[in-house]
């Protein structure tokens, strides 16, 4: 049912790409949640109608806690403001800023220290809610973790909740399908949205050698399938734990000390080292909604002043193909206009 034609490669061996397809049209889906019906967010350009605050434990440092705050932003789109450092310029959310994605995305604009780390899971909002000006006021570079993924966010969101302004939400698609393959037998692809059609479909599958092993969801993005994603944990070896509670703490700066069994999800080679969430039948689909969710929509969240229609497929790919992928349809303009 869920077939995709390979389209024009931005990156990538061919025969790589092809062989990568065939491994991702054999992986059965474990999910398919399908909306029916209108478009599910306004067709007005939105923002918050007051500001909210959530704090946890800082993910790097771990010993002091961090708190966002999200409010309405004076310029359109979103902003990242370093509140402890008030002379320098907020953070435009976009691919123009994007300063590494070795590990996380890592966001910088001016001054070297004007950085905010793993924006993924707080940037992904802008795309999940549709949710087009927001200003997030942090206290440090390091943003917290949650015991409920990014489901605080969530509801803080909805607590003060969403306002709509006279002014129409502009909309993007590709101009043809695109393929960008990478190098371990992944690959993403875009394809357009059909005229009138102003949703976004992801088909996200993962492949891991280890008790994640292979999951494969099919969902179309609206509030309810957000929050279902918006609780995923994100994950870790279980070597990655134990190196961030023992020697990572004489790197205090560089390892995500912030780790605890609570707030992510630890995974060996043939079980889980705690409680996984999001549970559908027998296992738990936690890791493919982290990464179709917190992850891949973040990347979209950076191709900045529209909201992106169409479908888009990914398999085995991460952060780094992510943002790569994004770059390149906003650089070599293969975004149009949509309606």
Known sequence: MHEYPIGRLLAGDEEAVKAAYDRFHAQPVDLELLHEGPYPFPKLRTTLRGTTSVSGPGTFQGRERSTLTFGPSRDPGWWIDRADMPEQFPIGVSVRNVWTTARNIVLRSGNP????????????????????????????????????GNLDIFEAIEKVGIATTDEPAKFVTVDQPLTFGGSRGDFLTFLPAKPGQLGLRVDCAISWRSAIGDQRIVYDLTPDTFRIGSQARTNAPYKEYLYARTVGKLFAETRNLGYTTGNILIHGRRSYYNEPHLIYGERSLEPVWHRSTLDLLAAVALMDGARFAGTIVSYRAGHTQDVQMCSKLVLHRHLVPHA
């Open 113 to 148: 220290h004007n950085y905010l780390r793993m924006v993924e899971h707080i940037v992904a909002f802008r795309v999940g809610l549709a949710l087009d000006d927001v200003e997030v006021s942090v206290s440090s570079g390091d943003p917290p973790l949650f015991d409920r």
